[in-house]
T-cell receptor, first 109, second 115 residues
Framework: LAKTTQPISMDSYEGQEVNITCSHN???????ITWYQQFPSQGPRFIIQ???TKVTNEVASLFIPADRKSSTLSLPRVSLSDTAVYYC??????????FGAGTTVTVRA | DAGVTQSPTHLIKTRGQQVTLRCSPK?????VSWYQQALGQGPQFIFQ???????QRGNFPDRFSGHQFPNYSSELNVNALLLGDSALYLC??????????????FGQGTRLTVV
């Protein structure tokens, strides 16, 4: 499984855009990039998944450059309720998810 | 449509005791995975069940065992509890269809405290 590196924490204010970059230099050809969100005392929740270029859904956008060695999760106009831990996962193997420490995003008023 | 449900939500046990945690997967899902999440860390994969068999296992001792029933629900058993087993135990369900991409659905977890 490809190792991922992401910032430990990020601070933002309501209404701003938050961008979290994840490095995954050893990503394999067939690997997808997946992001999960976790609130305290809850299970992680799937946010978005992509393979290349750009993916957008109602929650976030995922930008993946051509070399796929990194990816950026973009959260538009965050609110207080977006305060959570965000995990970047690469190379999920038959649903055996490998979580790192994640990025703690704190949104302030 | 009920999502993944886990029981109990909280549990306090004494060192050396045994515990059983339960999970009902999301409707239509046939694969159940269990994760242990210590405070301040990401979830760590324990094992995965499919067709009532353990399909994959993480780096956990044999004190951790599980079972999957014909209706796809699952149990996680931990014997000879240690203080270090205190954690949030998460169950995730998924559908084995497809390859490469995946979306797992997690339950709320069971908070186990060993004293």
């Amino acid at each position: 499984l490809a190792k991922t590196t992401q910032p430990i924490s990020m601070d933002s204010y309501e209404g701003q855009e938050v961008n979290i970059t994840c490095s995954h230099n050893n990503i394999a050809t067939n690997d997808y990039i997946t992001w999960y969100q976790q609130f305290p005392s809850q299970g992680p929740r799937f946010i978005i998944q992509g393979y290349k270029t750009k993916v957008t859904n109602e929650v976030a956008s995922l930008f993946i450059p051509a070399d796929r060695k990194s990816s950026t999760l973009s959260l538009p106009r965050v609110s207080l309720s977006d305060t959570a831990v965000y995990y970047c996962l690469v190379g999920v193997n038959d649903y055996k998810l490998s979580f790192g420490a994640g990025t703690t995003v704190t949104v302030r008023a | 449509d009920a999502g993944v449900t886990q029981s109990p939500t909280h549990l306090i046990k004494t060192r050396g005791q045994q515990v059983t945690l339960r999970c009902s997967p999301k409707s239509g899902h046939d694969t159940v995975s269990w994760y242990q999440q210590a405070l301040g860390q990401g979830p760590q994969f324990i094992f995965q069940y499919y067709e009532e068999e353990e399909r994959q296992r993480g780096n956990f001792p044999d004190r951790f065992s599980g079972h999957q029933f014909p209706n796809y629900s699952s149990e996680l058993n931990v014997n000879a509890l240690l203080l270090g087993d205190s954690a949030l135990y998460l169950c995730a369900s998924s559908d084995t269809g497809g390859s490469g991409s995946t979306e797992a659905f997690f339950g709320q977890g069971t908070r186990l405290t060993v004293v």
